[in-house]
């Protein structure tokens, strides 16, 4: 039996865990061998593990995730207005498949992007996929989307993440155009997928903010809704560092 054949075989089958791992076996004295059927269940166990692995670091890096954050690095204090509780529920991913949002206030430096980015890799590492948006980034995508003619494509687009984070809402003024974008993209995930939204300002001036009361009744009505409510609080945690 020519081994270096069955190796370009499963190669060619895109089977790469099991080559890997039948190049391993290949490589171990014939009495440390294992015998066929131990050898079969290794092969599918190390390709099942590499095919979450790549799903996984290709989730990771469709994100667009601000920071590299785990959930271990956030710090959960009464003081900071986050408990290890309310952590350990966000972090199962039974959020996403309820279909709640996760809405995150703060001061500058309290760690709402840092919060936010840990959520969004657990969701990756979940098996979610996950898409990071500043909002600064969100309104230049959304102005290019417009004078292209790709609106709607990148509307699909986002519709096909099951977790939306848009990230300093409330910062810069949103245009008509920003606001309709949002009510037809939060109207798409409504009862389907989360979103997470991180902002300086306290949701009660969402409304004000958003400035066209109308629109502002539908946004926050399909943000609100079902959500997660998170208000960080503290000094910054830059000049802390």
Known sequence: MNTQITVEQLN?????GMAKRYQAALALPSHQQEDAHSLIALL?????????????????????????A??????????R??????LLRLSDGMFIEKAENILICGQTGT???????????????????TLYFSMNKFLENLSQAKLDGSYLKWIRN???HQVLILDDFGLKPLSPDARLAMLDILEDRYGK???IVTSQLPVDKWHEFINEPSVADAVLDRL??????????GSSLRRRK
């Open 44 to 68: 599918c166990q190390s390709e099942l593990e590499y095919r979450n692995h790549y799903r996984t670091e290709r989730l990771l890096k469709n994100s667009k995730l601000r920071y590299n």
């Open 193 to 195: 997928s989360a979103t």
């Open 70 to 79: 785990l959930l271990e690095e956030v710090i959960c204090t009464p003081e």
């Open 158 to 160: 986002i519709a096909g």
């Open 224 to 233: 609100t809704a079902s959500a997660n409510k998170i208000d960080l609080v």
């Open 81 to 86: 207005g986050l408990s290890r509780e309310m």
């Open 12 to 16: 060619a089958l895109k089977l790469t």
């Open 111 to 129: 760690g709402k992007s840092f919060l936010a980015c840990a959520i969004g890799r657990s969701c990756c590492l979940l098996g979610y996929k």
